[in-house]
């Protein structure tokens, strides 16, 4: 697609439009200019506007709004007080059979006769073979 040759003939339609209507500028339109660039240049520059007070109350409103909404989100959270799940009887009964044979395994390793990988081994055909 030749882009040159779209513009070539829209330029072309363009400038036939001009030239069947021509534009002209009113006779005023010279003075009046002049007379708008006279005016600002007279004029004192305006301060430009500071925040108003609107403007700052939204500054610390909406952070403001934020912290309460994230504040009564994590209030249930901060006043129920986190409670440890209680063991069972048998439960405890279990860890403390647990320890004791590990206790038990301690001496093995130490004299060589176990390596770490062969405990983990052993340990986990006793959890299968239960």
Partial sequence: MNHSNKTERLDEAIDSLLKSKPLQAPDTLGARIMATVEHEAAAPAEPAPG???RGKLWSFALPLAAALTLAAFLWPSLQSPQTTPSLSFEQ???IIELEESLRALVPLQEA???SINGLLVTL???TYAL
């Fill in 51 to 53: 925040p108003t007070r």
């Fill in 92 to 94: 405890t009964q279990e």
């Fill in 112 to 114: 060589g006769d176990f």
């Fill in 124 to 126: 986990e055909t006793a």
